[in-house]
C-alpha cells in the first residue's frame, strides 16, 4: 500500500493564479482532511470530508475549496492564490470508527505564493 | 471551539535525559489525546495516543499521562536520543462514537526538541 500520496510536493504560485492539490489513498478510509503547517502554529484544519461527495469547513476554510468526487481522492482548490496561503499543506486520512482513529499523513505539499 | 496550548517551545536535552512536553486543552468532552513526531522534511507520524478512560500510557521510551480534572496531558520521553530529535506535536479531539467530531483533531503548536550527543 502506498498510503496517502500527494501532488505535487513543490509549487511556486504567483498572487492571483489558481492550483489543485490531490491526496489519494489506498487504504480505503472514510475520513479525509486538509491541513496547513505554519511555523510556531501547528497544524490547522482547513476542510475535511467524512465520505464520498460530502466535504465540510475546518478551523481556516477561507480562499479554499475542496472536492470528493471519489472515496479514495480529495482534492484542494485555491481559485485566487495569496502570500498568506505560503504554507506546507498535508493531506490525512483515518477510517470510521466508534473510537478515534490515528491519522494517516501524506508527505505534504510545500507552496510558497509570491 | 477545542484550544490545545503546548510547552515549551523549544527543548533541549543531553543525551540520555528525560525530556517533558506539556499541553492543556480547553474542551471537557475531548476525550482523545494522540502524539505525533515530525521529522525535518517528513510527515508528521504517530507515536503514542491515550484516551480518556486511562491515566498513562507506556510504550518503550515513551509514556503519556493525562489529568482530565486539570484538562492537561504530557509526554516523557526517558533515556533520549539523538534520534529522538524533532517536532512534536499533541493534540485533542472529541471520540466519534455518538459525536460529530469525525475524528477532527486540534492541535498544539509544536515542540522542537534537540537531543545533543
Known amino acids: 500500500n502506498a498510503g496517502v500520496t500527494q501532488t505535487p510536493k513543490f509549487r511556486v504560485l504567483k498572487t492571483g493564479q489558481s492550483m489543485t492539490l490531490l491526496c489519494a489513498q489506498d487504504?480505503?478510509?472514510?475520513?479525509m482532511y486538509w491541513y496547513r503547517q505554519d511555523p510556531g502554529m501547528g497544524l490547522r484544519l482547513i476542510h475535511y470530508?467524512?465520505?464520498?461527495?460530502?466535504?465540510a469547513k475546518g478551523e481556516v476554510p477561507d480562499g479554499y475549496n475542496v472536492s470528493r468526487l471519489k472515496k479514495q481522492n480529495f482534492l484542494l482548490g485555491l481559485e485566487s492564490a495569496a502570500p498568506s496561503q505560503t504554507s506546507v499543506y498535508f493531506c490525512?486520512?483515518?477510517?470510521?470508527?466508534?473510537?478515534?482513529?490515528?491519522?494517516?499523513f501524506g508527505n505534504g505539499t510545500r507552496l510558497t505564493v509570491t | 471551539g477545542e484550544n490545545v496550548e503546548q510547552h515549551p517551545s523549544t527543548l533541549s536535552v543531553q543525551e540520555g535525559d528525560s525530556a517533558v512536553i506539556k499541553c492543556t486543552y480547553s474542551?471537557?468532552?475531548?476525550?482523545?489525546f494522540p502524539w505525533y513526531k515530525q521529522e525535518l522534511g517528513k510527515r508528521p507520524q504517530l507515536i503514542i495516543d491515550?484516551?480518556?478512560?486511562?491515566g498513562e500510557k507506556k510504550d518503550q521510551r515513551i509514556a503519556v499521562t493525562l489529568n482530565k480534572t486539570a484538562k492537561h496531558f504530557s509526554l516523557h520521553i526517558t533515556e533520549t536520543q539523538p534520534e529522538d530529535s524533532a517536532v512534536y506535536f499533541c493534540?485533542?479531539?472529541?471520540?466519534?462514537?455518538?459525536?460529530?467530531?469525525?475524528?477532527?483533531?486540534?492541535f498544539g503548536q509544536g515542540t522542537i526538541l534537540t537531543v545533543h550527543p
Open positions: 490525512a486520512s483515518s477510517y470510521l470508527n466508534r473510537g478515534n482513529s490515528p491519522l494517516h
Open positions: 487504504m480505503n478510509h472514510e475520513y
Open positions: 470530508s467524512v465520505g464520498e461527495g460530502t466535504t
Open positions: 474542551d471537557s468532552a475531548s476525550n482523545y
Open positions: 491515550i484516551r480518556s478512560n486511562v
Open positions: 493534540a485533542a479531539s472529541i471520540s466519534n462514537a455518538g459525536g460529530t467530531s469525525y475524528g477532527k483533531l486540534t
